[in-house]
């Protein structure tokens, strides 16, 4: 699929009301204009489209989808086809749908795991309308999506990484260097990092490990660390650089028990001139002050959404 990135990401949560604060003056988020629809939810922004982050009300923190951009209607309408190919049960969203989302054209299908994906085109969008929810140079977002995504599995099967890279399209990055299984996963019309989505073997388990953000400057990142730090929020891993990535970055703990990494490039991603398997996981720093998977990784029973749930264990 032509797919340049993660679009927008949605997420349930019992902590609204602090979001609404940790947003802005932690992350530096922009608050949105909420859909008429949809009155409850807090909407973040983080560029010139209308929404990147939905956080909707619900009984406990998860992952309620994930909105994969296609670069224009022709790269939708080939998605759908490659779905309907690979006998991926889908939906169209409705005018409703599309006009909460703030897009063209939507469909939603799930991957092997349950985790749920939107495929959409023509986002809403407003050049030089971004404002930060505090002093902040802004992120990289734009053409190549909204960031990256970590997911834990509680199986990882050779039918997740059929579905990864023949139906979805994505380019194999990788299994990193950390501990266990994981594989890194680049949609086709990302040039500029090495990964949209990973997908990381967690026995039994299931949520969001992290969500990795691109600030425009070091001192973003320098600058959150700080506020990090002033307010005694739960840190998982100091300031570091990767090996595989040259990136700087830290990761601390949101509101919703997920890790959200806060990155500045250093230089520009190096691409692909061989598989990398880096000898440790950062060049320096990245010191482990935290568990590695916070409180929004729980057992697929508590993730997976009540209509959902049965398909899930009748399939096991
Ligand atoms: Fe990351």
Redesign the pocket.
Same mark, same amino acid.
């Given at each position: 699929m032509d797919i340049i990135g993660i679009g927008y990401m949605g997420f349930e949560t019992p902590n609204l009301e602090a979001w609404r604060e940790y947003g802005p003056q932690v992350m530096g988020f922009g608050i949105g204009k909420n859909p008429e629809s949809d009155p409850e939810s807090l909407y973040f922004r983080i560029d010139d489209r209308r929404h990147r982050f939905a956080f909707h009300p619900g009984t406990v923190d998860r992952i309620a989808y994930i909105g994969w951009e296609a670069v224009g209607r022709m790269a939708f309408e080939d998605g759908i086809k490659k779905l309907a190919a690979a006998n991926v049960e889908y939906t169209r969203g409705d005018a409703k749908l599309c006009e909460m989302r703030g897009v063209r054209e939507l469909v939603r299908f799930r991957d092997p795991v349950g985790y749920q994906h939107e495929l959409f085109y023509g986002q809403k969008w407003l050049p030089r309308s971004f404002q930060p929810g505090r002093p902040h140079s802004g992120f990289l977002a734009d053409e190549r999506g909204a960031g !990256?995504v *970590?997911l834990i599995t509680p199986d990882y099967t050779p039918e997740l990484e059929d579905f990864l890279l023949n139906v979805m399209g994505f380019s194999w990055y990788g299994a990193g260097a950390g501990k266990g299984r994981t594989g890194f996963f680049r949609s086709k019309l990302n040039h500029h990092t090495s !990964?949209d989505i990973?997908y990381g073997h967690g026995p039994g388990r299931m949520g969001v490990q !992290? *969500?990795?953000l691109f600030v425009r400057n070091v001192r973003d990142v320098g600058e959150t660390y700080d506020i990090v730090r002033q307010r005694e929020l739960p840190m998982m891993m100091t300031l570091g650089q990767h090996a595989q990535d040259p990136h700087l970055?830290f990761?601390h703990f949101n509101p919703s028990g997920f890790a959200f990494?806060t990155?500045a490039e250093i230089e520009p991603w190096q691409g692909d001139p061989y598989e990398l398997n880096p000898e440790k996981l950062s060049l320096w720093g990245h010191e482990m002050v935290g568990p590695i998977l916070g409180t929004s990784v729980k057992t697929p029973e508590e993730v997976l959404d009540p209509e959902y749930l049965p398909i899930y264990l009748a399939k096991r």
């Open positions: !990256h *970590v !990964h990973a !992290h *969500v990795g970055s990761y990494e990155i």
